[in-house]
């Protein structure tokens, strides 16, 4: 019996499967210790930085601070959208996502992701103020100020994730319904799609590479600008208070970024070297006795044309 299925998203693929991490069996239990515990105390870390800002009310007007509860805020959010379902593939428990679940981490994650980095950048610029133009400061990052920056990084990191998950869903998804990651990211998303993905790829890049090279260049502009003035300072004690007042945290903030980042780079190579065997079989791929297939719609413009419709015989 045949059954022909639109290309709607929601009667194709109704979930998908995180394949995750790759790791021996036998050390799965070690591997989900490692990753629970670094999870705890990143937020553990976390909450103390957030509640130390919160309970003295003296950093409440000072930016420097406002900026550094907000970030820590944030990062509570991003390693609880990635780092429980690396910890989920280390169980005998279900890798399977549904859609919608599927969409909203995509969403988060490059939502939360943005936004900390136009928070580093806000931050970078408040040092900048602070040490370069420091009789200034209190008029150009006033307390106020500070809150319509922080509001305005999160309605741009919102916007940014919002234009990459409906790119990545806005395509029609049948058949093959496992990611050879350990989230729902565009790369390996959009490896599943049954239509043209050039387009996606170009603005995913274009997007990403500039909010990342916007980001990265601005921050090294402000830091170089503060290096360069703290250089002039005569005294050796001027130099190591200017120094600590842009440095410490910062550096600390960086710590609970290490373990998603960690994670993400260790899976990149897996699935750059298993993406043409595995795209490769997404188009011919029998199941006991059942094939999808593509057959040509109005449009009869190939295998990547968005018009043809998914069949399953």
């Known amino acids: 019996m045949r059954r022909n299925a639109n290309t709607s998203l929601d009667t194709v693929v109704t979930d998908f499967i995180l394949l995750g991490l790759s790791h021996p069996p036998n050390l799965r239990t070690l591997l989900f210790l490692v990753f629970f515990f670094i999870?705890?105390?990143?937020?553990?870390?976390?909450?103390?930085?957030?509640?130390?800002?919160?309970a003295d009310p003296k950093l409440h007007t000072r930016p420097m601070y406002i900026l550094l509860g907000v970030l820590s805020f944030l990062d509570m959010w991003l390693s609880s959208v990635i780092v429980p379902?690396?910890?989920?593939?280390?169980?005998?428990?279900?890798?399977?996502?549904p859609f919608?679940?599927?969409?909203?981490?995509?969403?988060?994650?490059?939502?939360?992701?943005?936004?900390?980095?136009?928070?580093?950048t806000l931050m970078a610029y408040d040092r900048y103020l602070a040490i370069c133009r420091p009789?200034?400061?209190?008029?150009?990052?006033?307390?106020?100020?500070?809150?319509?920056?922080?509001?305005?990084?999160?309605?741009?990191?919102?916007?940014?994730?919002?234009?990459?998950?409906t790119l990545t869903f806005r395509l029609p998804y049948c058949g093959p319904n496992q990611i050879d990651y350990f989230i729902c990211d565009i790369p390996a998303v959009?490896?599943?799609?049954?239509?043209?993905?050039?387009?996606?790829?170009?603005?995913?890049?274009?997007?990403?590479?500039?909010?990342?090279?916007?980001?990265?260049?601005?921050i090294l502009l402000s830091y170089a600008s503060i290096v360069h003035a703290i250089l002039k300072i005569c005294t050796a004690d001027g130099r190591r208070w200017a120094f600590s007042t842009c440095g410490y945290p910062y550096l600390n903030q960086q710590k609970p970024l290490s373990l998603p980042v960690i994670a993400y780079t260790l899976s990149?190579?897996?699935?750059?070297?298993?993406?043409?065997?595995?795209?490769?079989?997404?188009?011919?791929?029998?199941?006991?006795?059942?094939?999808?297939?593509?057959?040509?719609?109005?449009?009869a413009g190939g295998r990547n044309d968005p018009s043809l419709v998914c069949t399953y015989e």
């Open 39 to 54: 999870y705890i105390l990143t937020q553990l870390g976390n909450l103390l930085i957030l509640l130390t800002v919160c």
């Open 85 to 97: 379902r690396i910890m989920l593939n280390f169980t005998p428990a279900s890798k399977a996502l």
């Open 100 to 120: 919608g679940g599927c969409v909203a981490q995509l969403y988060f994650f490059h939502f939360l992701g943005s936004t900390q980095c136009f928070l580093y």
């Open 135 to 165: 009789l200034h400061y209190p008029v150009l990052m006033s307390r106020r100020l500070c809150t319509i920056l922080v509001a305005g990084a999160w309605v741009a990191g919102s916007i940014h994730g919002s234009i990459q998950a």
């Open 190 to 218: 959009l490896r599943l799609a049954y239509a043209d993905t050039t387009v996606n790829e170009l603005v995913t890049f274009v997007d990403i590479g500039v909010v990342a090279a916007s980001c990265f260049m601005l």
């Open 268 to 299: 990149t190579t897996k699935l750059e070297i298993r993406a043409k065997i595995v795209s490769a079989g997404y188009w011919g791929e029998e199941r006991e006795g059942a094939e999808w297939v593509v057959r040509e719609g109005v449009g």
